[in-house]
């Protein structure tokens, strides 16, 4: 019998039909799928563990995952093999053997999301649950004042789900950036870490002061008062995308796919 290989891979999803990545008994999750389709082509039982969880209604176009197995396929055929098998809604990207020392999730160095927003009077149709509606106007310069408090190492007890199980709420965020096109809003965060629901909590904060019913300091107020319950409601899932996992060079694994201006 061969030993067992890792295999690294990215995985690309829309989350519209899931309770989220990870798996759960009673909803299916795109992990559930991920492994369905893997088993089937490695010909035994598969458990992937992921860079990342998402929560139902979020995407993902950079997720990294990892699984342990006896086959011996080359990327293409892997790829190839589990596609086939997936729904049209979730895609592998890219797969390869790696080092049984890496990790998808240990193994990550930082991490980074994208939240679109659809900043206009009417509602998305073709992209619906797909981009996030704001119907008042924004103003972009005030949300960018606000994100830049946000920079650096901080407790980020105020941005956290209540059901949150992270023992250390202290994160890392290593870029922060928002840029407007027209009618759309889109914010790009990179940080070592994040807390459940920190990023669309971040989001909700910036989008009342962006409509100029908090001031602009309000978001490093919170930042410093540590209290979610004095913070804004979480933003809608579905502007969030899981966009991209930094590794060390040693595991030589391609770079995530980088979204375009705005997507």
């Given at each position: 019998?061969?030993t067992?290989?890792?295999?690294a891979?990215?995985?690309?999803?829309?989350g519209?039909?899931?309770c989220?990545?990870q798996f759960?008994?009673?909803?299916?999750s795109?992990?559930?799928?991920?492994?369905r389709?893997i088993?089937?082509v490695?010909?035994?039982?598969i458990?992937?563990?992921?860079?990342g969880?998402?929560?139902?209604?979020?995407h993902?176009?950079?997720?990294?995952?990892?699984?342990?197995?006896?086959?011996?396929r080359?990327g293409?055929?892997w790829v190839?093999?589990?596609?086939?098998?997936?729904?049209?809604d979730?895609?592998?990207l890219?797969?390869?053997p790696?080092?049984?020392?890496?990790?998808?999730?240990f193994?990550a160095l930082?991490?980074?999301?994208r939240?679109?927003?659809?900043?206009?009077?009417?509602?998305?149709?073709?992209?619906h649950?797909?981009v996030?509606?704001?119907?008042?106007?924004?103003?972009v310069?005030?949300?960018?004042?606000?994100a830049a408090?946000?920079?650096?190492?901080h407790?980020?007890s105020?941005?956290?789900?209540a059901?949150c199980?992270?023992k250390?709420?202290?994160?890392?965020?290593?870029s922060?950036?928002?840029?407007?096109?027209?009618?759309w809003i889109?914010l790009?965060?990179?940080?070592?870490g994040f807390?459940q629901?920190?990023v669309r909590n971040i989001?909700?904060v910036?989008?009342r002061?962006g409509?100029?019913?908090?001031?602009v300091?309000?978001?490093?107020?919170?930042?410093a008062e540590r209290?979610?319950?004095r913070?804004?409601?979480?933003?809608?899932?579905?502007?969030?995308?899981?966009?991209?996992?930094?590794?060390?060079p040693r595991?030589?694994?391609?770079?995530?796919?980088?979204?375009?201006r705005?997507?």
């Open positions: 019998m061969n067992p290989q890792r295999i891979a990215c995985v690309e999803y829309c519209v039909n899931y989220g990545w759960q008994l009673n909803a299916d795109v992990q559930a799928q991920v492994e389709a088993s089937r490695a010909n035994h039982d458990r992937v563990i992921a860079a969880r998402t929560d139902s209604g979020v993902g176009s950079g997720q990294v995952i990892h699984f342990d197995t006896t086959q011996r080359d293409e055929t190839r093999g589990v596609n086939a098998y997936l729904p049209s979730i895609s592998l890219w797969a390869q790696v080092e049984l020392s890496f990790h998808a999730r193994s930082q991490r980074s999301y939240y679109v927003i659809l900043n206009r009077a009417m509602s998305p149709s073709y992209l649950a797909r996030a509606w704001h119907p008042l106007p924004l103003a310069a005030r949300m960018q004042q606000a408090a946000l920079l650096g190492r407790d980020f105020a941005f956290r789900a059901s199980q992270s250390n709420p202290h994160k890392t965020v290593t922060l950036q928002i840029e407007q096109c027209g009618a889109w790009d965060i990179r940080a070592d807390l629901r920190m989001v909700g910036l989008l002061i409509e100029g019913r908090e001031a300091e309000w978001a490093a107020q919170l930042l209290e979610r319950s913070a804004a409601a979480t933003a809608p899932a579905a502007g969030l995308y899981f966009t991209e996992v930094q590794y060390a595991f030589n694994l391609p770079p995530s796919p980088k979204p375009c705005f997507w």
